[in-house]
């Protein structure tokens, strides 16, 4: 995990919630992530015991139900994740304080085998996410999340499902798409 300005997060000393779990050979949908996330948000105790560092992001590990991976991420002013997409994990995340904005791209993108791709212009999605407000994606959905506020954190839950295998990192001039970097699970745990 990255913000905008690339400063290092010291990770949070992890605390675990368990989820409500359901029948163990179902796999959690984008609708139980999203619905996860937000029983997860009005936890108010959870959400302000979140550290929160004035240059970086900062995270802890949640358990999430069904075997999915959940985080609880604090967004300093003006940082935010760059172009990645969840390789081939569902997702969910909601604001839980706040405010975050998602640019994301509504075109399904060739999974693999190449490193530039031209996008037509009519791709783009943005969309502001304030306190209680979030959203759910399917496997390879490609966005970045940023707090554009000049002043105020951000705190957002995030879940998803298969636990994540991988992150592909791209940078966006105009409307060049370049994969930069894939990273793995022992990147960012």
Known sequence: ?????????????????????????AAPTQADLLAFVRRVAQDRDLIASL???????????????????????????????????????VGAFLTAGGALTENSLAARLPTDGWKTLELSEDVDRARELTVGEGRAFGRHHVHEVLNESHTEHAVSVHAYYPPLPRIRRYSRTGPVLRLESVERPEDWQ
């Open 51 to 89: 550290p929160l560092d004035p240059e970086g992001r900062t995270w802890v590990r949640l358990e999430g139900p069904d075997g999915s991976e959940a985080w609880l991420i604090g967004w300093p002013p003006g940082t935010g994740t760059g172009w990645h997409d969840h390789a081939e994990s």
């Open 1 to 25: 995990m990255s913000s905008l300005t690339q400063s290092t997060s010291a990770q949070s000393t992890a605390r675990s919630r368990t989820a409500p779990s359901r029948t163990p050979s």
